[in-house]
Every structure is written in structure tokens, then in C-alpha cells.
């Protein structure tokens, strides 16, 4: 079946470091895939998605690429602050519903 | 923007209560979602609808029933509730299988 693996947090970095938040898959054809975050107190939100192989999602910042060959969707950005303190979800598309990772909380110290 | 919406964000019940947590779209999606999301744990699903009246089991849905009579709204029914359900709940609305949208959850508190 369906399966996504997220590194271990939580991760504290420094202001302005760069961050990369690593998600393998394993599913059987081409699903979408998708990084949602959870603010503290808050429902998850969809911060970017790819629907196939190379595609790169994109949203404040933020950035993966759809790589088949190492089934892997990993988290970046270039420089990150305070505000994106929060949990990190990576998920995958399937027939019946999104396949979820245990998620990755993100410190971000001033 | 698509709206879901959850009847409390917080609860409070006791062992043996028959508890309802109700979830309402407004976005005219046919598939609604309920799961339930504890640390290091992710989120499970516990049961999704794709149509009025229709239903399918998650991964873990022993403990739970759910109900839609109206396409808005998916209820996850807790029939007897045990300290074990002690979790945050949270419903989620799509259309087609793919990108779902989120409510703001309901940490349900078991004694």
C-alpha cells in the first residue's frame, strides 16, 4: 500500500538558515503529491502540491520537486524565518484518500 | 475560498458519553474526510464519504460511525467514548481525490 516517510523532528534552525525537510514515498503509479503545514492551534493548509514526475510546487518561498527515480517530494527553502514555525505534513494522492507522513515540526529561532 | 468548518474546538466528555463532532463545507464537495491526528502519528483516517449517504472506513475505524444526510455535512459519531479516543479530530472536504482542505480540528478530551 501507500506509504510516506518524513524525517524525524523537530527541527530548530536559526533565522534566515536554509531548511530542507526530507519526504520518500512508495505508492504504485503516479500519484500527486503535496505539503501541507499546521500552524499551532490551527487545521492543516495546503502549501504546494505536484501532480507528476519533475513537476517543482511552489508557494511562499517554499519549494519541491516530484523526483520518480528516488521517490522523493523534499521540503526547501531558501531562507526561513520565525513566522514558519510550524508542523510540516508531506502526503500523497491515492484512490481513496491523502496517504500523510507523521510530520515534521519547524523551530525557527530569531 | 473553500470554508470548513467544525461545531467545537474544544471538548470535553466522559468515558461512556455518546459524543458528535459535526463538520460543515460550503464548497459543494462531494468527498468529506474525518481523521483523527495524534503526535508521531500523522494523521489516520478514520472514515470518508463520497456522496450523500455513502460512507467507506479509514484505517482505523473501529470505535466510530459517521453519518451524511446532507452534502455539507459529515458527522463522526463516537458511540460509547473511550480515554483511548482522547485526540484531535479533523475534517476535511475535496473534490475528486486528490487536494482536500482542511478544517481547524477538535481536541476532544476523554475522562
Known amino acids: 500500500g501507500n506509504s510516506v516517510t518524513q524525517m524525524e523532528g523537530p527541527v530548530t534552525l536559526s533565522e534566515e538558515a536554509f531548511l530542507t525537510i526530507n519526504c520518500t514515498y512508495t505508492?504504485?503509479?503516479?500519484?500527486?503529491l503535496f505539503w501541507y503545514v499546521q500552524y499551532p492551534g490551527e487545521g492543516l493548509q495546503l502549501l504546494l502540491k505536484?501532480?507528476?514526475?519533475?513537476d517543482k510546487g511552489s508557494n511562499k518561498g517554499f519549494e519541491a520537486t516530484y523526483r520518480k527515480e528516488t521517490t522523493s517530494f523534499h521540503l526547501e527553502k531558501g531562507s526561513v524565518q520565525v513566522s514558519d514555525s510550524a508542523v510540516y505534513f508531506c502526503?500523497?494522492?491515492?484512490?481513496?484518500?491523502?496517504?500523510f507522513g507523521s510530520g515534521t515540526r519547524l523551530q525557527v529561532q530569531p | 475560498d473553500v470554508k470548513v468548518t467544525q461545531s467545537s474546538r474544544y471538548l470535553v466528555k466522559r468515558t461512556g458519553e455518546k459524543v458528535f463532532l459535526e463538520c460543515v463545507q460550503d464548497?459543494?464537495?462531494?468527498?468529506m474526510f474525518w481523521y483523527r491526528q495524534d503526535p508521531g502519528l500523522g494523521l489516520r483516517l478514520i472514515y470518508f464519504?463520497?456522496?450523500?449517504?455513502?460512507?467507506e472506513k479509514g484505517d482505523i475505524p473501529e470505535g466510530y460511525s459517521v453519518s451524511r444526510e446532507k452534502k455539507e455535512r459529515f458527522s463522526l459519531i463516537l458511540e460509547s467514548a473511550s480515554t483511548n479516543q482522547t485526540s484531535m479530530y479533523l475534517c476535511?472536504?475535496?473534490?475528486?481525490?486528490?487536494?482536500?482542505?482542511f478544517g481547524p480540528g477538535t481536541r476532544l478530551t476523554v475522562l
Open positions: 476535511a472536504s475535496s473534490f475528486g481525490f486528490n487536494e482536500q482542505f
Open positions: 505508492a504504485t503509479g503516479y500519484p500527486s
Open positions: 505536484a501532480t507528476k514526475a519533475d
Open positions: 502526503a500523497l494522492g491515492g484512490r481513496r484518500a491523502l496517504t
Open positions: 464548497m459543494d464537495h462531494e468527498n
Open positions: 464519504s463520497y456522496d450523500v449517504k455513502m460512507k
